[in-house]
């Protein structure tokens, strides 16, 4: 028999276990605030005695995210992770300190299908979804790691968070429950590339985090060619989808907008963003690209960036430049798992 995966079970789901075992209502309760401090293993839940524990280890298991590398900015204190989960997959979680409190931006699949042309994820292929208990363990290890409360998250991470729907819902309902890490949905983003029939399923949810949608051009021409997604579901699609998601929920949906020198950062493609974007409850934040191997993509002047922003203001819109948080560890998603797997890969071909 499978083990199950009970990290991943709301408290009504392991009381009615439980209950079918003979186990009072209170038991599951214990077990499953002890599952939301992060614990790596049964025998670490001191309340519950040796018998008990052991049929819980027979029944059950753990999703645990093991810090394989950690990477600590000098500029800022940002902190990059490398973890290992159970089947020894790894995935990234970057950890900052903002004047309102620590905010963790996880991942939710390891790997990506959507190869956006600029982003190092994809460049290392998808290897599978993470479950909602691997969402939830990157946080713990991140926040039992460094001795602190996280209050934000930010699903940013590796993967395409609406790709991974149902654990993507099931993650939501665990980490804001009232009795596991209580993290409350206006304290949480979620980032999609643009994955039209799940924004429309999560609108009808009227859930009340952020939704960030990775937009990074104006018009389908541009954005076809560094956005394979873009070719199912084109500008005006993904606009007419988002301006439904704010109608619903009346949250302000940010469109983030990688600037990539003489690619997208033209005074045309701000005035024309800047008409798509008319009359939308939303705002743009501007990045500067990151630098990815094999992308051949750079980053927008400073100047350029200020011009395009100076467009979009000037036309009414809401925009924003990125604050560049770790800087000098590459705090981006991605790079460093592809990086410790290139490595590995070479140590084993001189073996």
């Known amino acids: 028999m499978s083990l199950q995966d009970i990290k991943s079970m709301t408290l009504d789901e392991i009381k009615a276990d439980f209950a079918a075992d003979g186990q009072p209502a209170f038991r599951a309760l214990q077990i499953y605030k002890w599952l939301h401090r992060g614990l ?12 008990f524990r052991q049929k819980l280890s027979e029944r059950y298991y753990i999703a645990n995210a093991v810090i394989e590398t950690k990477l600590t900015s000098k500029i800022d204190d940002t902190i ?8 020894g997959e790894y995935v990234e979680s970057v950890l900052m300190n903002y004047h309102h409190g620590h905010t963790i931006c996880i991942s939710t699949q390891v790997g990506c299908k959507m190869n956006c042309a600029f982003c190092a994820t994809g460049k290392s292929g998808f290897s599978r979804d993470l479950t909602a208990s691997e969402m939830l363990a990157q946080i713990q290890s991140a926040q039992n790691d460094v001795g602190i409360r996280i209050s934000n998250v930010v699903m940013m991470g590796m993967g395409e968070a609406l790709d991974n729907y149902k654990n993507m819902l099931r993650f939501l309902e665990l980490v804001s429950s009232d009795d596991g890490m209580n993290i409350g949905m206006r304290h949480i983003s979620l980032s999609t590339c643009g994955i039209v029939d799940k924004i429309y399923d999560l609108a009808e949810k009227k859930l009340q985090l952020t939704l960030s949608v990775s ?29 439904y998601y704010g109608k619903l929920t009346g949250r302000r949906i940010s469109f983030e907008y990688a600037m990539i020198s003489g690619v997208n950062d ?17 705002h743009v934040n501007l990045i500067p690209v990151n630098d990815v191997t094999g992308a051949n993509f750079q980053k927008s002047s400073v100047d350029r960036l200020q011009k395009f922003s100076r467009v979009l203001s000037n036309k009414g819109i809401t925009v924003t430049v990125r604050r560049t948080l770790g800087s000098d560890i590459n705090a981006s998603c991605g790079q460093l798992r592809r990086r410790y797997k290139e490595e590995v890969a070479n140590v084993e071909n001189i073996q």
């Open 80 to 87: 990059k992770y490398l973890f290992r989960l159970n089947d």
């Open 215 to 243: 937009l990074h051009a104006p018009n389908d021409e541009i954005r076809s060619k560094t956005m394979p997604v873009n070719q199912r579901w084109g500008v005006d699609e993904l606009l007419k989808a988002c301006r």
């Open 40 to 51: 790596m293993s049964f025998d670490e839940m001191s309340d519950q005695s040796k018998a």
């Open 266 to 282: 033209s005074d045309d493609c701000a005035g024309e963003l800047a008409e798509k974007l008319k009359g939308t409850l939303s």
